[in-house]
């Protein structure tokens, strides 16, 4: 089994930045491709980003896409998303998820692993 952690989350201004942390312990060598989604209340689980786990190739969702980079430090077996210019409209629970080889994908179904979650608030 793969366990992720989040860490990072908190409150920001409009315009500000925060650098989110996904740890992962246990089977790590069975990760193939790992991700962010978010999720606002009343809403849908919503893509963010996602990365080879090697670091090789990356995918952003259009309404992150210049603002949000994903990165990999696979000798720390951690996975980061540094978060630019937010917007009200980003705030949500953030989490990390991973999977065993569908690779670069936006749906949440085809990821196996799931962290517990980090609150990012976006105040205006």
């Known amino acids: 089994q793969v366990q992720l952690v989040e860490s990072g989350g908190g409150v920001v201004q409009a315009g500000g930045s925060l650098r989110l942390s996904c740890a992962a312990s246990g089977r790590t060598f069975s990760i193939y491709t790992m991700a962010w989604f978010r999720q606002a209340p009343g809403k849908e689980r919503e893509f963010v980003a996602t990365?080879?786990?090697?670091?090789?190739?990356?995918y952003y969702a259009d309404s992150v896409k210049g603002r949000f980079t994903i990165s990999s430090d696979n000798a720390k077996n951690t996975v980061y998303l540094q978060m630019n210019s937010l917007k009200p409209e980003d705030t949500a629970v953030y989490y990390c998820?991973?999977?065993?080889?569908?690779?670069?994908?936006?749906?949440?179904?085809?990821?196996?692993?799931w962290g517990q979650g980090t609150q990012v608030t976006v105040s205006s």
């Open positions: 990365i080879r786990w090697s670091g090789a190739s990356t």
């Open positions: 998820a991973g999977n065993r080889g569908t690779g670069l994908s936006p749906l949440p179904q085809r990821y196996d692993y």
